[in-house]
């Protein structure tokens, strides 16, 4: 079968997620048949560089052998059960060791397969909370400008973004949002070494104004990503931090996209040295091989589920595959290589690769603004330079030399797996230097 007739088919048959269909049914996109570490290969043998780690979680590279064979290994044992009324020994290893890599004091993992799930568990977690403690009007919630939290009906109400969600609009309960943090195009003019988030102004006013009538504040620490990587001060999360503490709203950190080192710590939370109220985790957590994702909680907002003078408070939220016995064996094995395979060293020395050559890249693009933190490198194209136009000339370009990317906008970025060569990391900028040349 040809390679026309194989994207003809998919066209005719998937409704691909973001991606304008009328478009795509004549483009000239990948069929991917199989991967190994940061390379993709087509049905035809080509090779194409994997720049966003298939959608920011192949953390670990593609085909680990080691996630392999935890994934052989369990099939054998024990394929699927639920969670309700039972358990099983993975699922409870993963939540154990989960507790204790997350920043102190988050305890307690509802699972989920995907992050999605995961921010709905937490919108549900704090809003029955409040229910508990005797504040039922607590039901909205303050967020970031532009932030990006999944595509659930709730999910999109607190992480509105207009050129994604427009038709949406009239069914969402919509959050409160404060100004995000422009740290590219900082207008304050701050230095990130000296910062002390001046930014943070819009949301001390929010939050001042309306926490009687909200549940929680939700934020993706220190990048929001379906913005356009946009990465921020850790004061601005320090100060948030502080400012929930003093108003007795509970903090959601959205790592879905950022967690298991992506930053150059493990978490993001941890890099700014705070530790919110509910945690949620995916992506990385298997390293990219299965869909799983967590909903970390502390043991203050865990005890308020628990049974009180008879009456039961049972959150009914739940997914019929969450903690799969197959994914928690996975996500295990992810657990041991990140730590045996020393990939937050690693990652922190590719880093430096990374930031540097993307710096050059920006020079050949009227010096655009370019915002790095660990393994995330992002360009936001100047007008001068051609904008958005430019970002999808740029990635078309890429496309035909080797190298697989989606822009954000008039943003284009680097996500590679952690743990990539220095080679595969080198040649990605190469590519993305050719194209800004041509």
Not at 130 to 144: D, K, M, N, S
Not at 258 to 281: E, H, K, Q, S, Y
Not at 403 to 428: A, H, V
Request: charged residues 20%.
């Amino acid at each position: 079968m040809s390679y026309s007739d194989w994207r003809q088919r998919s066209a005719r048959h998937i409704w691909h997620p973001y991606t304008d269909m009328s478009a795509f049914e004549t483009a000239d996109f990948p069929v991917i048949e199989r991967a190994e570490g940061s390379t993709l290969y087509d049905i035809e043998g080509r090779a194409l560089l994997d720049g966003i780690s298939s959608w920011w979680c192949v953390n670990l590279g593609h085909s680990h052998p080691r996630l392999v064979r935890a994934i052989q290994e369990q099939v054998g044992q024990l394929q699927h059960t639920l969670l309700g009324g039972m358990s099983h020994p993975r699922a409870i290893e993963l939540a154990e060791r989960l507790a204790h890599i997350v920043p102190e004091g988050l305890g307690h993992a509802m699972f989920a397969a995907d992050g999605t799930m995961a921010v709905e568990a937490a919108l549900k977690i704090a809003l029955q909370y409040w229910v508990h403690r005797g504040e039922p009007q607590r039901t909205r919630f303050i967020a970031l400008e532009d932030g990006y939290h999944g595509d659930s009906l709730a999910a999109v109400g607190i992480g509105y973004i207009d050129r994604f969600h427009r038709p949406f609009r009239a069914a969402l309960q919509p959050a409160l949002t404060a100004t995000a943090p422009r740290c590219a195009r900082c207008p304050h003019a701050c230095q990130p070494e000296t910062c002390d988030a001046p930014c943070f102004a819009g949301m001390q006013t929010l939050v001042h104004a309306h926490h009687a009538e909200c549940a929680a504040v939700i934020v993706e620490p220190l990048c929001q990503g379906a913005a356009g990587m946009r990465i921020y001060s850790p004061a601005y999360l320090r100060r948030l931090s502080a400012l929930c503490r003093e108003y007795g709203l509970l903090l959601i950190a959205d790592e879905i996209a950022v967690g298991f080192g992506r930053t150059g710590a493990m978490f993001a939370c941890g890099l700014a040295g705070i530790r919110p109220d509910i945690l949620c985790l995916g992506k990385g957590l298997t390293g990219g091989m299965l869909p799983m994702s967590a909903t970390m909680v502390t043991d203050a907002v865990f005890e308020e589920f628990q049974s009180k003078n008879g009456e039961s408070r049972t959150l009914y939220h739940g997914t019929t595959f969450c903690g799969n016995p197959i994914t928690s064996a996975v996500a295990l094995a992810a657990l041991d290589v990140y730590e045996e395979e020393n990939i937050l060293g690693r990652a922190q020395k590719s880093a430096v690769t990374l930031r540097n050559g993307m710096a050059s890249v920006a020079a050949l693009l009227d010096d655009s603004p370019l915002s790095s933190l660990g393994m995330i490198a992002s360009i936001e194209i100047k007008a001068s330079a051609g904008g958005a136009a430019r970002a999808v000339r740029m990635v078309q370009q890429a496309y035909q030399r080797g190298l697989f990317i989606r822009p954000l906008g008039d943003t284009i970025y680097l996500w590679p797996p952690l743990n990539i060569r220095e080679s595969d990391l080198q040649q990605m900028v190469d590519i993305l230097t050719e194209a800004a040349q041509s």
